[in-house]
């Protein structure tokens, strides 16, 4: 009893590594790995969704290109060209710029749109500033002011408020007396610059057919090799217009609106409610409500209008959360109208909600972040989860190749540059799809 009594008590020494080691192996079994296992389920049904779209988009782009079917070859746009210059039946055009604070660039978008070939008494120009500076409000008006001068028609539009945003500008601006008598309308962003034969490119093909509400301009770049990000952008909206717009073009007759460099009939944005500021992808939502109306759109791929890449991560970003975000809560708003329309085919309906909404704008993001950003890093961790190649390497290998390969800066180089292989890589683990 004594030794007992003046034992001195044995210290425990308890390490924190061990305690943490412990908690993670008693969570593991019992919540990580079921998690991780429903996860990997419901991405590898994803991946294989994006894949079999992928190459789907792939075959028809070989088909219109092999066979030379693209949509809009289909048009007589010379003998279109000559019916207007000898009737000299110039339909009326609207050109609208919309801006907000474009110090850099109001003057070269301006200049772009004033120098515009087409007759000088059946076009307008109207500037939408909503700048919220007011010394760079009195710059637009002097520069509007200037191209007056010369004899163009410059209509100069500001607000006392900027309800509805780029939208709330584009509705308002339809709305002038004075645009009543304008056939069809085309947009350009403040940083677009379009060559002087725009019009004669696009009006025609609204002028032979008259079903056709949308003519929409493919994008170029003048500062894709500033820096690896605009080269990685310039990679991913090379995609997008080089397939997904000319495979909805040549299909379906339906792709998204860009939001700028297009035409529209006046008509078609009436007949389908005009402009609405209910996401943040105003020009989606009007092209997919104008579509169930029945019209039809015609992507140009070889008629390019000059623009600029966010060069900053904060404007990258920006507009990222914009496109990724947007489509997501259109889709939401939209989809009992998809389905119930019963204008438009079956075919159709279901090329909207599948592949233009659920695959292209929902799924390839949520595999592109979740997926390859988060899971598979996870399942790392978890040795009893075990991923097989095809959904970890050989679907996302072909994916990349598929995304690389249809862009014009590897049909130029791509198969001579080395770097352009890195730069695909990295394209498709930040930016694809």
Request: charged fraction near 25%; include cysteine.
């Amino acid at each position: 009893m004594k030794n007992l009594i003046f034992q001195e008590p044995k210290e425990r020494v308890t390490d924190g590594t061990s305690g943490i080691s412990y908690a993670w192996n008693s969570i593991r079994a019992s919540v990580i790995v079921p998690l991780l296992h429903l996860a990997i389920i419901l991405c590898s049904v994803m991946s294989l969704m994006l894949f079999i779209e992928r190459v789907y988009m792939a075959i028809v782009i070989l088909y219109v290109k092999v066979l030379r079917k693209k949509r809009y070859t289909e048009y007589k746009l010379e003998e279109m060209k000559e019916d207007l210059e000898l009737n000299k039946s110039y339909p009326m055009v609207l050109v609208q710029i919309p801006m907000y604070n474009e110090k850099e660039v109001y003057k070269l978008s301006i200049g772009a749109a004033c120098g515009l070939s087409w007759p000088s008494d059946r076009l307008i120009v109207q500037v939408l500033d909503d700048s919220t500076n007011e010394v760079l409000r009195k710059l637009v008006e002097l520069e509007c002011l200037k191209w007056i001068e010369k004899g163009v028609n410059v209509k100069y539009e500001t607000r006392k408020n900027r309800n509805g945003y780029k939208a709330g500008a584009l509705k308002e601006g339809l709305e002038k007396q004075y645009v009543k008598d304008c056939q069809f309308v085309v947009i350009f962003d403040a940083d677009f610059q379009p060559d002087e034969d725009f019009l004669w490119r696009t009006i025609p093909y609204l002028l032979e057919n008259k079903e056709l509400g949308l003519v929409q301009a493919r994008w170029k770049f003048v500062n894709a090799d500033e820096c690896l990000m605009t080269r990685l952008q310039e990679m991913s909206l090379d995609y997008h217009f080089s397939v997904e717009q000319e495979v909805g073009s040549s299909t379906c007759q339906f792709f998204g609106f860009n939001g700028t460099a297009g035409v529209w009939r006046i008509q078609a944005i009436e007949d389908a409610g005009g402009w609405k500021d209910r996401t943040t992808v105003e020009d989606m939502d009007l092209a997919v409500r104008a579509s169930l109306k029945g019209w039809k759109f015609v992507f140009v791929g070889d008629l390019g209008v000059k623009n600029e890449l966010p060069s900053t991560f904060k404007a990258y970003r920006y507009q990222q959360h914009r496109w990724s975000c947007g489509p997501s809560n259109l889709f939401r708003k939209m989809t009992r109208e998809i389905i119930l329309c019963e204008r438009v085919s079956v075919w159709k309906r279901l090329y909207l909600i599948y592949a233009f909404f659920i695959v292209r704008k929902i799924i390839a993001h949520w595999v592109t972040f979740f997926f390859y950003c988060i899971v598979i890093p996870t399942s790392v961790l978890v040795p009893e989860i075990q991923l097989t190649k095809p959904i970890a390497i050989y679907i996302p290998a072909t994916i990349t190749l598929l995304n690389a390969v249809c862009t014009p800066r590897y049909q130029k180089t791509g198969h001579r540059n080395i770097k352009f292989h890195f730069y695909a890589f990295v394209n498709f683990i930040i930016f694809i799809p």
